[in-house]
């Protein structure tokens, strides 16, 4: 495996699991889907959060690896997009089993 | 009341018109012309190419910052005031440099005439 | 995320709205197959594999080749000679000399495909370069797809300047789109799917939006720069600093022509050039390029591939007749410049070529979701407006373009492996049958009433179509997965499975009925 592909996949393995949290835990979402199971996120936690997500793409920019940064930074877009619509056929899926 | 409608709409459909072709065509031949004329006032740099090579590459930037202006600037007739000016100005530029090039090839051309006579 | 007045907010909203939907249909069609081409080099590789597996130009003997080709071309032809590693691996050689067809500067030539494994001639075609590329076999498919993407297949300039005018378009519906939207970052997760359509519609356009921005500005900015440069601010550029001589331009932008000198001198040996590009540069010569060929005068420029962790490769100059090195430039001038760096970053960032496979799948991934919020912004503009009679035409002309599109794009890769069995002109079989289907979903479109129908028509025949073509690939002469896999061609193997895959979907994807707005149901949203 190349150096630069070995970057993206520990930046993307960095980044991926504090945006999952932010997905899960984000106070919009939660509320438009009125899921009180979990709890939303406070400011604080989610700019902790974010900036680690960030944080791979500052990293490889520092160390000049532009290869590697513009294929994180795609990838996490990709990624999120994608971790957006999942939670949200969950989420439908959830309210349609919810008793009434 | 229709006709009266009717006529509070002209000058709004006018003004719209107005905006749209300078927003429109007007705004990508002077954003040309821009870039055009930059060949002949930016900076060359250490490898004598900036002056063509930039504005080409940034064509799209100038473009752009031109029509946001023109789209958003409320007062029409100053948007269209400084469309004017800038057309006027780069096409002046591009046209005195043609003049010059013209007139250079034309005394070249003169000269090997003129040495025989000595 | 930015303040701005409720009037301005009205204003630039109104602007990115119309820039949608006027340009939008045809701004589809650029991102969609902008997407698929990304993928060109491997739609060359999987249509037209050789019997092994490469990228590279071999290290030796491609002088050997070079001398048997200058000594069976017209000497008219040495002027300009380029070769590179091309489709599936083929050594495309071009001997040419730049002329003047209709009064427009065009190449004319002799060009060669040779085998990278024996340097053996496996095709020649000589004429026009514009004649040349229609009989290209092997890149047929692939040029297909970039060419569309290109020009929309309009003849230039006027094609190029369409999709300049689109790659704008774009440009200013990312920047209204961001400086619109208020809540950027609070609305990133947000995605609601119930019974209000037109809610749904709004939360997919802008969800998609929000999150493809960084890539939508740099592929719109770098796209349209692409399109422009070559129709008409080359020409325009050469026209005030050059008096309209565009190979002086490209000569002194380029820069460190060799001094004129036409006496007839024997050519050094390419194999030693090259091998010294990879000692130096530490990486593979991509594409190589030799003026006056035979002459005193010769030079050879090599640029070669990104090194592991670089963006853009290097630009090595030798002396064409002792084979001695000259210097190492940048791609334009004689010494680094703001306009050197400009140019070589356009590529990498609109094409996604600089490392390898994986920048390939994220760029596939990004151009997706930009066709995506494309479409999803016409669905969202027609749902608005759904009590609006004369909107619907633009909601079913949405469908037919978003559903029958892609249709009639996977009916050319079927005409590719058809042609040929038939007898036919591939070039010209592959336009006719993309035209064909494209008129076939429009009467289908103009047909079927319910819009849920045809979406689950068009999309159904497009799976049935990627399904088929794996198959009709084998059948029509194409090697088989065992003989594919001795021979290391990965890509033919990963590209089937690829389309499988993405043709289940399809089909699987036809059982679902999206939710659709009707005039009653449609609920008004506050400002």
Known sequence: MSHTA???????????????????????????????????????????????????????????????????MGGLIASGWLLVQMLAVRAAVAIKKKPR | MTTAVTNASKPGKGRAWSRGILAGPVCFIVAALVMAGAALWAPEGPAHINNIVVPIALFPAIWAVLFFYLMLDKKLGRAWMVATVLLLVNAGLIGQNFYKVEAAKKSHAAAPQAEPAR | MIELSKSRTKELLAIHGWSGVLLGLLLYAVILTGTIAV????????????????????????????????????????????????????????????????????????????????????????????????????????????????????????????????????????????????????????????????????????????????FSFILAFTGSYFSFASAFAIPAMAMVAFGGDQE??????????????????????????????????????????????????????????????????????????????????????????????????????HFGNFAGLWSKVAWFALGFAGAYVTLTGILLWTTRRVDQPGWSKLARAAYWMGYGLPLALAAVPLARFIAPVLGLNVHGTQNWTFIAAALLSSVVALIVRDLNTLRRLLLGATGVALLLMPLLRWLCGGPGWIAAFDGGLVTVIAFDLALLVAGALCVMSVRRALPMATAPALKVQPA
């Open chain 1, 6 to 72: 070995i970057d993206v996949v520990v930046s993307l393995l960095i980044s991926l699991w504090p945006l999952l949290l932010l997905a899960r835990h984000d106070p919009k979402r939660l509320r438009s889907i009125r899921l009180h199971q979990l709890k939303p996120h406070v400011r604080r936690t989610r700019q902790f959060y974010s900036a680690i997500v960030l944080l791979p793409g500052i990293v490889l920019i520092a160390l000049d690896d532009w290869p590697a940064f513009l294929i994180w």
């Open chain 3, 39 to 214: 993928f060109a080099e491997q739609i060359s590789e999987w249509s037209s594999p050789l019997s092994h597996a490469t990228d590279k130009l071999p290290e030796k003997g491609i002088d050997a080749a070079l001398r048997k080709a200058t000594s069976e071309v017209d000497p008219e032809f040495h002027e300009d000679i380029f070769f590179f590693s091309d489709a599936a691996g083929r050594i495309r050689m071009f001997l040419h000399k730049d002329d003047k067809k209709d009064g427009k500067p065009e190449a004319r030539g002799v060009e060669f495909d040779l085998d990278p494994k024996t340097l053996a001639v496996l095709d020649r075609r000589e004429g026009w370069a514009d004649d040349i590329s229609e009989i290209n076999v092997p890149k047929a498919l692939a040029d297909f797809f970039v060419e569309l993407h290109v020009s929309l297949h309009l003849p230039d300039p006027w094609g190029l300047l369409l999709t300049g005018v689109l790659g704008l378009a774009m440009l200013v519906a990312a920047v209204t789109g961001f400086l619109v939207h208020r809540h950027l970052i609070r609305e990133l997760f947000t995605l609601r799917r119930k019974k209000d359509v037109l809610l749904t519609r709004r939360d997919a356009h802008v969800v998609a939006g929000t999150w493809n921005l960084p």
């Open chain 3, 248 to 349: 002086k331009l490209i000569e002194t932008v380029v820069g460190a022509p060799a001094v004129e000198n036409k006496t007839a001198a024997a050519f050094g040996n390419i194999d030693a050039m090259l091998a010294d590009v990879r000692a130096r540069s530490g990486s593979e010569p991509g594409f190589v390029s030799i003026s006056h060929y035979g002459r005193a005068d010769a030079q050879v420029t090599v640029s070669t591939s990104p090194r592991e962790g670089k963006l853009v490769g290097q630009t090595y100059l030798y002396k064409g007749d002792t084979a001695a090195f000259i210097q190492q430039k940048p791609a334009l001038g004689v010494v680094p410049s703001l306009g050197n760096d400009l140019f070589v970053l356009m590529a990498p960032l």
